[in-house]
């Protein structure tokens, strides 16, 4: 049974919460009382997929019976803040911490994987979603803003660079890493063709 600290849920809760807030404060350019208004928005559109994103890290490395739980990184949530103020985001607010006796690069690279599948499929639920939102303007937008996010959160992670899950899946198999990022891309690429065509 997968079991979650105090300090974990609440590591867990405050970094949802900023990125979300982020996210909704540079959609909206910058104004707090349209970024207030949107969070809801945000946070299922963008913080569901980090929070799955964590988690799938978390319970992948449990079935390996390794230790593993998400700690805040107080740095990477000031960066992420600092970086919003000029317009863009770069979010690190924390990771899962993994630890055993001796982790494989398979297995490693498994647990690694996990985060951007999770991010893959949820793009693609959202995506599903979007005809079927399309009655409404803000469940359109929920639907749309996931499909966009969920896939450049993939394609970011898959970015085979240091401490990235990309790096870790790489080395433990690159041709997976090659499909998975091929995939991530390309999700990522057609929706931003489609905003400069439309």
Known sequence: MVKFSSSEVRDILI??????????????????????????????????????????????????????EY???????????????FGFVFAAPGAV???????????NGKISLAGPLTNIVLAIIFFGLIPVFAFNEILLY????GFTINSFLALFNLIPFSVLDGAKIFRWNPIIWGLTAAVAFIMTFNQFVSQLIF
Do not use: C, R
């Open 15 to 68: 970094s949802m919460l900023v990125i979300a807030g982020i996210f909704a404060y540079v959609l909206t350019e910058k104004n707090i009382n349209a970024a207030i208004s949107v969070l809801p928005i945000t946070l299922i559109a963008v913080g569901l997929g980090f929070v799955l994103h964590e988690l799938a890290h978390k319970f992948v490395a449990i079935h390996y019976g390794f230790w593993a």
């Open 71 to 85: 700690k805040l990184w107080v740095e990477g949530l000031v960066l992420a803040i600092v970086t919003s103020i």
């Open 97 to 107: 911490y993994i630890h055993g006796e001796y982790i494989s690069d398979e297995q």
């Open 142 to 145: 929920i639907a749309t803003l």
